[in-house]
Structures are given as C-alpha cells and as structure tokens.
C-alpha cells in the first residue's frame, strides 16, 4: 500500500506540475501578445497624435496665406472660399474619421488656392507670401511623413489582431483595426498651371 500509495501521490503531484506549467505557459501567452497589442495601439495613437500636431500647423497657417493672397486676387473669392470652408470643416471635425477626410478636402482646396497664385507674378515674389508658401511646403512635408508613420503603424497593428493567434485575444479585449490615413482623391490627379 506504501509503494501503491506513494505512486499515487507522486501522480497527483506531476498532474498538478503539468497543470501548473501549462496555465503559467498560457497566462505568459496571453499577457506577453495582449501587452504587445496595447504597445501597438499606443504607438497608433502617438503617430496619429504626430499627424494632428502638424495638421494644426498647416491649419494655424492658412489664415495667414490666404490674407495674403486676398491683396493679390480678390477676384479669385471663390478659391479663397473654399479654403476657408475646408479649414472651417476641420475645425469642426469630431472623430478621426471625419478629421481624415476634412483633411483631405482642406488638401485640395490648398492645390486649388496654389494653382491660383501661379497666375499673381507679383504674388510669388512676395517676401511674406514666399516665407508663408515654404512654411506650408515644409509642413506639407512633415503631414506626409507623420501619415507615412501613421499607416505604418497601423498596418503593424492591424496585421497583429488579425493573426492568429492573437485574433482570439483582439477579440476577447476590443481590439478593434484602425484606418489608414488615405490620400485625397484630388491627388491622384497633379494641378493643372497656366500662364
């Protein structure tokens, strides 16, 4: 019975080892791709905190460029409208959706107002009007850059809760894929110049 009894605990206690090993193995699992996702989605929205930082840029800019251009072309009001409406839309914009694509709309409406200025000789050699149009170009650049990082992260992250197996813990703690920040369909196509 010693022996028979012996063995039997001996069993109990490697059935509790291997249950001990195989729970602590899938609780490390777990916490180790959950913990990965939040890293991912965190990095998603400091990337996405990057492009609105210089979306805010541009938009703190556009005033000033289109009072410039207003002492220029002041028969050009239609253009210089639909600036000022795509930034108003931006500014009102709730969620990041709608932001992308005010966004997108202020994108072209800007195209539109730099087609404008190629017709105002004396415009383009404004001092004012240059300082204005290369802070925008750089800030066009810096918006290109954050949206490159923006859906590089994104696709990281998408790419990680559609996997499996982390597909079954994204759906068991809401995480959810995010959208790309896409080009405005105005861009498919360059701005028609004429002199």
Known sequence: MNEESRKKRIGILLGFAVLFLFIAF??????GTYNKMVDLDEMTNSAWADVENNLQRRFDLIPNLVNTVKGYADQEKEVLLGVTEARSRVAG?????ERMEAEQGLSGALSRLLVVVENYPQLKSDQNFRALQD?????????AVARKRYNDTVQKYNSTIRKFPGVIIANIFGFDAREFFEAPEEAQTAPQVEF
Request: no cysteine; aromatic share 10%.
């Open 26 to 31: 899938n609780y490390s699992f777990v916490q």
């Open 93 to 97: 914009a709730g969620t990041r959706d």
């Open 135 to 143: 802070e925008l170009a750089g800030t066009e650049n810096r918006i």
